[in-house]
Each structure stands twice: as structure tokens, then as C-alpha cells.
């Protein structure tokens, strides 16, 4: 295993420029909690919709400095603008870092609160970026590893509690078969 490094940063940040060239970002650090002392280097990248079919695309960067299996990012799409997707992505990175079971593909996260506010979901499940394809989900660092960046879909309790019985595939091909738009604030839960 490597050492991270500011030209694996540097890799990363170049990674998201090429893929999302067209949109205008700002990076925020969030102060609050622990996340500082665990992952000093922690931040958030917020990308503003570049047309009104997109929403704001947030990104965690500093999550890959874990090495527990697969070095990962993770990406919140949403359709309004909010610091609480920063501090989400801070709570997942620090759960990352400091338990037990890291996080990866097919994992359920329990935020605690309502991803934004009067949603019903209260939880993700960490996906493949579909959204975005194999060309945002895989970005190579300088120091020959690469980081997965895998997508956070909002999930409300009763989705989660039957991703918990019967998998998170099965709740991915309910969403599918019921055309959800996973990221409405104000969709119904399918369970």
C-alpha cells in the first residue's frame, strides 16, 4: 500500500475538472466534529449545475486516504443547493475512517436525519455512479492506485430495512421497476 500524497490530490482534483469541465466549484472544509483531526486533508467539492436539467453534484475528497481494500470518493446528487450534503459527505468520510467496516459498494449508511429537509430518506446506499458512468468512477492516482468514486443514493428507512433483508440488488431493481427518481426530495418511499 502507497502513501497518499499531493500529486494523488492533485490526480483527483484534475479528475473531476476533466469530467465536469463545464461546471463552475467551490471546495469547503467542514469544521465542525472530527473530521479535521482524522482527515486533515478532508474536503468537499461542490459543483453548480452548468443547465437547469442538472442538480448540484457534491464530492468527497480526502475519503481515499483509507486504504481498506479499495481506496473510495463519494458523490451526492441533489436537486437544491445545501451545506448539509458537506457535512454529510464529512460524516460518511469520518465513519470510513474510524470503524470497523469501512465503507464500499453495497453498504447502507444511516445519516440520522433527512438527507434534505421534508425528504423521507434518511440513509444512503452506496452505488455504482450510474448517473455518471465508468469514466467518473474510476480515476487513477500518481502513486499507481486508483480511487473508485461510488454514488450515495438517499434511501428512506423502510428502503433501507428491506436493502437489510433482501439486498441492496433488490432494492435497485424495485427503483428501476418503479421509474424512481431517486434524488426528489419529495418522492414516496417504495416500501
Known amino acids: 500500500m502507497n502513501a497518499v500524497s499531493e500529486h494523488d490530490y ?10 465536469w469541465p463545464d461546471r463552475e466549484f467551490e471546495d469547503f472544509q467542514w469544521a465542525a466534529g472530527p473530521i479535521g483531526q482524522v482527515l486533515p486533508r478532508f474536503r468537499v467539492r461542490r459543483l453548480a449545475p452548468s443547465n437547469p436539467d442538472q442538480g448540484w453534484t457534491y464530492v468527497s475528497i480526502g475519503a481515499f486516504e483509507i486504504h481498506a481494500g479499495q481506496r ?7 436537486p437544491v443547493e445545501s ?4 457535512e454529510s459527505l464529512a460524516v460518511i468520510a469520518h465513519h470510513h475512517a474510524t470503524t470497523a467496516h469501512p465503507l464500499h459498494l453495497g453498504r447502507l449508511i444511516n445519516l440520522g436525519r433527512p438527507w434534505l429537509r421534508e425528504s423521507l430518506a434518511e440513509g444512503f446506499m452506496v452505488n455504482l455512479p450510474y ?23 438517499p434511501i428512506t428507512p423502510a428502503e433501507f430495512r428491506y436493502a437489510e433483508t433482501e439486498g441492496t440488488p433488490a432494492l435497485e431493481d424495485l427503483f428501476e421497476a418503479h421509474a424512481v427518481h431517486v434524488t426528489d426530495a419529495g418522492r414516496p418511499s417504495i416500501r
Not at 134 to 142: H, I, K, N, V, Y
Open 10 to 19: 492533485h490526480a483527483l482534483d484534475l479528475h473531476l475538472r476533466r469530467f
Open 72 to 78: 473510495v470518493e463519494f458523490v451526492i446528487e441533489s
Open 131 to 153: 448517473p455518471w458512468g465508468p469514466e467518473l468512477e474510476w480515476c487513477g492516482l500518481a502513486n499507481g492506485e486508483r480511487v473508485q468514486l461510488l454514488w450515495l443514493v
Open 83 to 86: 451545506p448539509a450534503h458537506v
